[in-house]
């Protein structure tokens, strides 16, 4: 029996919420329930001012500057810590959110919730809605979309989901490329990185009906992975450094390898948007940001958005058509690997769609990792929490279940 696989959608219940912000710092919300009316309402004006946020701002900040290394006490008292301040925001986010209709579903565990938001309102943490109890997306299965200020289509559609028949267009395996730069210049190194390319690479390696593409370190040059982010996968896992500019779009962009000084090695988000396959579902930008210059103050309200707002190059990639999940800070060793080994788990192996699988890695992060270490809180997904991988078999002869390829 051979195996063939194409892209689901997960059932479930599910809910979905939309968050918009005026120029003039005036709110509104939509919220749908597990059970989505035909007949839909449109966008309700919320009685909450301009500053009805910044009771989430405050602990943003300094949560902030606590994983920069910067932590300052506030007040009379020791500096709360970082769990702590991601509760104070996420209640504050909460409380924000609460006055519509959605409260008493969130509190219930297992809906796929779609959060969408415009640019205003992109970089807060919403998966990180804390009722009192639990963190949303640790008891939910949550994605992001972002809703754009004109009309808008990707360039790009998904190729694997294609209607042929009464079913999508099947393929024989799923295709992976690990693009790791753990030390593009010479000079800072991402242990890291280098360390999550062996775990992927274990992860995937006992998975039947997985071909995995390896592009790490001297291979990964711009050259290189230009060439193939134009060919046919279905994930694109990139580890190393990366550059993010909220208020620049194109200009964000993942590091590469140098070979000489003079080479350019930031592929640019707008060159991402072009090259990318359509036939990628989801990119995993596990990426370390190395261009934030943190304000001195923490307790600068909007300070925290250079670490958080990964906005401006996940654009990209949804702009090319792929779902995009990946970290708002640098990460330790242990946490990432828990991560991604539990993610590509559910994933590839256990056939889960991508918000299980990413809340079935936030989870077993934290198992991980001391309390203190919030690396779980750090993922953020931008795509549709239900889609995934659907294995089928066929009576075809049996292939290899696993290839491992390294591009020289």
């Known amino acids: 029996m051979q195996p063939e696989y194409s892209v689901f959608w997960g059932a479930g219940g599910s809910a979905q919420v ?37 009771s989430a701002d405050v602990p943003l900040s300094q949560a ?24 104070e925001a996420g209640s504050a986010l909460f409380q924000f959110l609460r006055r519509g209709t ?29 009722d009192g109890e639990q963190f949303l997306c640790l008891k939910h299965y949550v994605g992001r979309y972002v809703v754009a200020p004109q009309m808008f289509e990707p360039q790009q559609k998904f190729e694997p989901i294609i209607q042929t028949g009464d079913s999508p ?55 290189s992975v230009r060439a193939k982010l134009r060919e046919r996968y279905h994930i694109i896992h990139f580890c190393g450094h990366a550059v993010f500019d909220a208020s620049e779009p194109g200009e964000s962009g993942i590091i590469l390898h140098k070979q000489k000084a003079m080479d350019q090695n930031i592929l640019q988000a707008f060159d991402i948007v072009g090259l990318l396959n359509p036939s990628v579902v989801l990119s995993f930008i596990n990426a370390c940001q190395t261009a ?27 702009e090319a058509g792929s ?10 060793d242990v946490a990432a690997k828990a991560f991604a080994v539990a ?8 056939r889960r769609p991508i918000g299980r699988a990413i809340q079935a890695a936030r989870l077993a992060c934290k198992e991980a990792s001391p309390e203190e ?25 049996k292939s290899k279940p696993f290839l491992v390829h390294k591009i020289s």
Request: contains cysteine; hydrophobic residues 35%; proline residues 8%.
């Open 323 to 332: 779902y995009l999940l990946g970290s708002r800070w640098k990460l330790s």
């Open 373 to 397: 270490d919030i690396a779980w809180a750090s993922y953020v997904y931008y795509g549709d929490p239900r889609v995934g991988f659907r294995q089928e078999f066929v009576s075809e002869p």
């Open 18 to 54: 939309e968050l918009f912000c005026d120029e003039k710092g005036r709110f509104r919300r939509r919220c749908g329930s597990a059970f989505h009316p035909t007949l839909r309402s449109p966008p309700q004006n919320c009685p909450a001012g301009p500053g009805a946020l910044r």
């Open 292 to 318: 934030v210059q943190p304000n001195a103050n923490p307790a600068v309200y909007k300070d925290w958005e250079t670490s958080f707002n990964t906005f401006g190059l996940a654009r990209a990639f949804m």
């Open 64 to 87: 902030t500057a606590r994983l920069r290394g910067n932590a300052q006490r506030s007040g009379a008292g020791a500096p709360s810590s970082n769990l702590g301040l991601l509760k």
């Open 169 to 223: 267009l099947p393929f024989r395996e799923v295709k992976v490329l690990l693009i790791s730069v753990p030390n593009p210049d010479g000079e800072s190194f991402l242990p890291g990185a280098a360390a999550e390319t062996l775990a992927v690479t274990d992860a995937l390696t006992g998975c039947p009906g997985v071909c995995l593409d390896v592009l790490e370190s001297q291979r990964a040059t711009i050259q």
């Open 343 to 350: 993610f590509y788990k559910s994933l590839l192996e256990e």
């Open 102 to 130: 959605l409260e008493t579903e969130l509190r219930t565990p297992g809906f796929f919730v779609e959060i969408g938001t415009d640019d205003n309102l992109v970089s807060y943490p919403w998966e990180l809605m804390y």
